[in-house]
DNA sequence: GCATGATCATGC
DNA sequence: GCATGATCATGC
């Protein structure tokens, strides 16, 4: 029989857990080989909570309108928390979500109170002794609430279009949809397109919890932006709409209004920083933080070019060939991370003068295809040690895709210098080398100039 | 002016 | 000391 509860017996229980081991809480004896992904969230319905199964539209508590939620959180190198996941809510009903409201949608129905129980992930112990450390019943805050209702437009204004199958979880801020399902070949119908989807639930972005971590457990302060809630309220717009009154103001002018004195290499950096009116880096505020916005600052010269590409992380030899691509960190990186390019122009004058921003985040499109290529490249050159192509005048010419094999993508150098290398899994043939440059991947300088030229 | 390798500067 | 965003240097 289902047992109903109170909000303050689910609290109750909720508290109780805290200190606990997934060992001591589940009843029947698991072997640590059988823990899989989901056995967490069982062990609290089926021997804690023992509500039984409900129907899906529902809360956990249906009574209660409380959706229960375990989430593991890690301690990284440097001391700080951070989630070591999104968290998976319910499950896209392409079919039906599109003729809700935000309101009346399976999303509101399900997810407006989390009872979020956290439990520390500690690589090198066993499942069944990962502790519970904290609960919350969580409720989004207001502020985060007109974004989370944004986010929920933008996916269902996808399906309305016929576009399910190219949701990417980048498109939003706190809201993602995450692909979920056995493989990627768990695919739905959606309604306006015969194109088969890739299943995907509703998440909250592995960014936006790390934030929740830090908060609730970490107890940290961040600094917020200062945005309007219009009617319309866009968190894009809002920000493209208050950056507008810089527009055409010099560098040199710029500094000048925010008292930044010398011209670091960062200045752009700093005069975005000052335009939005905080102390520290844009990225580091609460809802770039959470939305996993990285910005990046764009010049281009006075004969309208970007010189050049774009640069990102420098991968590692040895863990790049061992990743399939749906679970690379390239993929990864592209698919859950929105840009904020911050374009600057520079006029007859050299001088360089801020233009606008531009919110942009990589199509699953190209990212499937053309980066794909790009990287399985890569990920061949670098198995079969056929790295260096040769070396002349003491430079370092190796074979990895180039900027003029590919228009959106390619491999560079990306280090302090040519010294600054990571270990190959496999000496290179030429050289017999067992390390070599680090390198990243590079976004083509042309190919940006044509997404910051696409708007406005 | 472009392609590609190499390196700088800052923050943590 | 290292990661990362950003930019430089050289040869064609």
Request: glycine residues 4%; contains cysteine; proline residues 3%.
């Amino acid at each position: 029989m289902k047992k109903i509860y109170s909000e303050k017996e689910i609290r109750e229980i909720a508290r109780s857990l805290i200190g606990k081991t997934f060992g001591e809480l589940n009843d029947f004896e698991i072997s640590d080989d059988d823990y899989g992904k989901g056995s967490f969230g069982y062990i609290l319905e089926e021997d804690v909570y023992q509500y039984g199964a409900n129907s899906k539209s529902e809360p956990d508590f249906e009574e209660a309108g409380i959706e229960l939620k375990v989430t593991p959180y890690k301690r990284n190198n440097n001391g700080t928390l951070s989630a070591k996941e999104r968290l998976v809510l319910n499950i896209i009903n392409y079919m039906n979500e599109y003729k809700n409201t935000f309101y009346t949608s399976d999303f509101w129905n399900k997810n407006k109170r989390l009872q979020i129980v956290w439990y520390l992930y500690e690589p090198d112990k066993l499942r069944s002794n990962f502790k519970v450390t904290h609960e919350l019943l969580f409720e989004f805050p207001e502020k985060d609430l007109r974004i989370i209702k944004n986010d929920w437009q933008i996916i269902i204004d996808k399906i309305k279009a016929g576009k399910a199958h190219e949701i990417s979880e980048a498109d939003t801020m706190y809201l993602g949809a995450c692909t979920k399902g056995a493989s990627s070949k768990s695919v739905r119908k959606q309604p306006f397109s015969d194109i088969m989807a890739k299943q995907r639930a509703f998440s909250l972005k592995t960014t936006y919890m790390t934030q929740l971590v830090r908060k609730y457990i970490a107890n940290e302060d961040f600094e917020e932006l200062d945005y309007s809630f219009d009617t319309e309220f866009s968190f894009e717009n809002d920000i493209k709409q208050r950056l507008r009154k810089y527009k055409g103001l010099s560098v040199n002018e710029l500094s000048k209004l925010f008292g930044i004195v010398n011209e670091p290499k960062h200045l752009l950096d700093i005069i975005i920083s000052r335009l939005f009116g905080i102390k520290g880096k844009v990225s580091n505020t609460n809802e770039f933080s959470k939305a996993n916005i990285i910005t990046k600052t764009i010049r281009i010269n006075k004969n309208n070019r970007m010189i050049e590409s774009m640069s990102f992380p420098a991968f590692k030899f040895t863990e790049i060939v061992n990743h399939e691509w749906e679970e690379s960190d390239l993929y990864t990186y592209f698919s859950t991370t929105k840009f904020m390019f911050a374009v600057f122009k520079q006029k007859d004058d050299d001088e360089y003068y801020f233009e606008k921003v531009v919110f942009w985040n990589m199509p699953l499109s190209i990212l499937d295809t053309e980066l794909r290529g790009v990287w399985k490249k890569t990920v061949d050159i670098i198995k079969s040690g056929n790295i260096v192509k040769e070396i002349k005048n003491g430079i370092v010419y190796n074979n990895f895709p180039k900027l003029s094999d590919n228009h959106y993508c390619h491999v560079r150098p990306h280090g302090r210098n040519k010294d600054d290398v990571y270990p190959l899994p496999v000496p290179d043939k030429l050289t017999g080398v067992v390390e070599f440059t680090k390198q990243c991947f590079w976004l083509k300088n042309k190919y940006i100039q044509d997404i910051i030229n696409s708007e406005d």
